[in-house]
């Protein structure tokens, strides 16, 4: 705890916190949607590819997967490695890293060699910008409202979700599929690279400048060493398995819908131009899901809010199942879905903190990272599968409305967190 004291104790406020963390919280989330944006826009580009390179959905949908298989393999070292040197000093060369991967899918040919290697690049390089490196940064400088800090980061998933289905169909009608690809990793990450280099300064940074500011060189290399449960511990802890379970069967369940929501919808008539504001207007949801549920984490037990959000998602599928015929109910089950947009990584970061502190949380949610990037890559492959072999997304609808519920009820069932007041400190 003495690298904290050398920093200086974190006002006790959440309107303190607040005030000198806000700029944090707006680079994390900006810098989350710019991870958010190529697999919030894949399906718009499923029919473009298809009548130029004539691939299938199997095909196109093993990109996404691919790339977070990647992640997921490489999220635990990562983790390890922003407790050991902060947020910043990964996430700066990660975003030009990405926007260059980005921009290489303008220059695709139609092999498919071409096209696993650049899914397989981009995922190498997407690891050093992904929710790791934003959740660590704010959980870090957040105590008292930390649930409602991390709600805002995640929106900037919800933000990707709600613009660039409608932004990317814009993009592909008039400068074509190649064009939308340069203008998402250019004009996106941009924005990104100027917010993390002007507010992207964690607790790392901030132990950093005080050792630097009090003479103490060898100290501000030294990193901050918070109280929490080590690796072994967290490996023993029901808690941590029960979360881990949890969030990988509904990521699965929810990233392969989101993937596939665009061809669900104009499959069952809805013009390309009506299932991108339909698909955008879940992002819209996500905005405010994220938020009431971060207030909501903050001010009740936060095991039956997460579990509660996770299964009300169930309702989404069995809209898309009976009722898609309904414009109303088509709308209320796209804002269902969208309210609980996102909130899944968000509720796993705020009890990931809960039950094992900061301590190691970086290596800890590195590897809950890991678990959710390889169901966010199986689940939009299986659907897929699913579509191609039985020509339509009935089994895989169904299996997400016993998913979302079985989801919700493991985290309901989580035992009372320990109090991790002097890690949140």
Request: net charge positive; with cysteine; aromatic share 12%.
């Amino acid at each position: 705890m003495e690298a904290l004291k050398e920093v200086g104790e974190k006002p006790a406020g959440p309107w303190a916190e607040w005030r000198r963390g806000w700029k944090l919280v707006l680079a994390s989330a900006v810098g989350f949607s710019f991870f958010s944006v190529l697999l919030a826009g894949t399906g718009l580009f499923f029919e473009p590819l298809r009548k130029e390179f004539g691939w299938n959905r199997s095909l196109l949908s093993a990109g996404p997967a691919i790339a977070t298989l990647v992640t997921a393999l490489l999220s635990p070292f990562y983790g390890a490695l922003i407790d050991r040197v902060g947020s910043r000093r990964l996430a700066l060369p990660g975003i030009v890293m990405v926007m260059a991967s980005m921009s290489a899918f303008a220059f695709a040919s139609g092999s498919r060699a071409q096209w696993i290697v650049l899914w397989v690049i981009f995922g190498i390089l997407l690891t050093t910008i992904k929710s790791t490196v934003w959740t660590t940064a704010v959980a870090g400088m957040f105590d008292k409202g930390r649930g409602l800090a991390l709600g805002m980061t995640v929106a900037g998933t919800a933000v990707a979700q709600a613009v660039v289905p409608p932004l990317g169909n814009f993009l592909i009608e008039h400068s074509g599929w190649r064009g939308a690809f340069i203008w998402f990793a250019l004009g996106w990450g941009g924005l990104t690279l100027l917010l993390c280099m002007l507010f992207l300064y964690d607790a790392h940074d901030n132990a950093r400048r005080a050792a630097l500011k009090a003479g103490k060189a060898e100290a501000a290399d030294q990193g901050l060493q918070l109280p929490g449960l080590s690796l072994r511990e967290a490996l023993r802890s029901r808690a941590i398995w029960q979360l881990a379970a949890s969030t990988f069967v509904v990521m699965g369940l929810t990233v392969g819908l989101g993937i596939h929501l665009f061809p669900i919808l104009t499959e069952a008539g809805v013009s390309r131009a009506s299932a991108a504001w339909l698909t955008g207007l879940s992002g819209l949801a996500g905005i405010v899901g994220k938020l009431v549920t971060g207030l909501l984490m903050d001010r009740y037990r936060s095991n039956w809010i997460g579990g509660v959000t996770m299964g009300i998602t169930a309702v989404t599928f069995l809209v898309l199942i009976w009722w898609i015929d309904s414009s109303a109910a088509l709308i209320f089950g796209l804002l269902v879905n969208g309210y609980a947009a996102g909130t899944k990584m968000q509720i796993c970061a705020f009890l990931t903190a809960a039950h094992a502190g900061m301590r190691h949380f970086g290596a800890i949610y590195g590897a809950m990272s890991a678990l959710v990037a390889f169901a966010s890559g199986l689940g939009p492959w299986l659907a897929g599968v699913v579509y191609d072999t039985s020509g339509n997304y009935g089994p895989f609808l169904w299996a997400g409305v016993v998913g979302c519920i079985v989801s919700g009820a493991l985290l309901v069932t989580l035992p009372r967190y320990p109090e991790q007041s002097e890690a949140r400190a």
